[in-house]
């Protein structure tokens, strides 16, 4: 079964430093998207991306976020200047057409 | 605001019954359901899709769909304690974008 993998599972990083969170979707699938969760909170949208732009965005999705695709296979998603309320479970995922795959998420602490 | 709303639970039912699960949303462009389950510190698995109205049915696993009542199920038969999970109902408008609902916790008593 294909899957979304994402890199790395677990990242500390201290308030004011920047990180990038990685992905590879599923490789015939055109859409890419990232999410958060919170811990004990919804799981909420991101970003979209699709044909090498961002094709939605929510209001979460700020100047302190940027996505990219580097290369062919790498997704990628940049907090710059991390602050304490991000720490979150951070889902990448991609679709097809038919539902949407997560992969299996990078617990972003902040301290 | 586009809302998907969930009864967080817990729901508990023996093993072997029927779960209920139920969802309602509030933004009548959406167009695609999901359900999805969660277990703990894990990420979201797709259990089911569903577009039109009517019923669906995979396995164990019925989703019912009811546009006008902007309203969404899911039937779990035969539950087994390997189902106990957050179950997760999203809707996407078409734009790309879930919206999720803050989930209902199922708890399958052996």
């Known amino acids: 079964e294909p899957e979304v993998t994402q890199t790395p599972s677990h990242q500390v990083t201290q308030m004011g430093q920047e990180v990038i969170l990685r992905c590879v979707p599923i490789s015939n699938h055109l859409y890419f998207y990232w999410y958060r969760q919170i811990l004990g909170q919804k799981v909420e949208f991101l970003v979209s991306?699709?044909?090498?732009?961002?094709?939605?965005k929510s209001e979460i999705f700020d100047d302190q976020f940027s996505v990219e695709r580097p290369d062919g296979s790498n997704f990628t998603l940049k907090i710059r200047s991390t602050k304490l309320e991000d720490s979150a479970m951070y889902f990448c995922a991609s679709s097809g057409g038919n539902g949407y795959t997560f992969g299996s998420g990078t617990r972003l602490t902040v301290v | 605001q586009k809302e998907v709303e969930q009864n967080s639970g817990p729901l508990s039912v023996p093993e072997g019954a029927i779960a209920s699960l139920n969802c309602t949303y509030s933004?009548?462009?959406?167009?695609?359901f999901f359900w999805y389950r969660q277990y703990s510190g894990k990420s979201p698995e797709l259990i089911m899709s569903i577009y039109s109205n009517g019923d669906k049915e995979d396995g164990r696993f019925t989703a019912q769909l009811n546009k006008a009542s902007q309203y969404v199920s899911l039937l779990i038969r035969d539950s087994q304690p390997s189902d106990s999970a957050t179950y997760l109902c999203a809707a996407d408008t078409g734009r790309r974008a879930l919206t999720f609902g803050s989930g209902t916790r199922l708890q399958v008593q052996p």
């Open positions: 991306f699709y044909n090498n732009e961002i094709s939605e």
């Open positions: 933004d009548r462009g959406s167009q695609s």
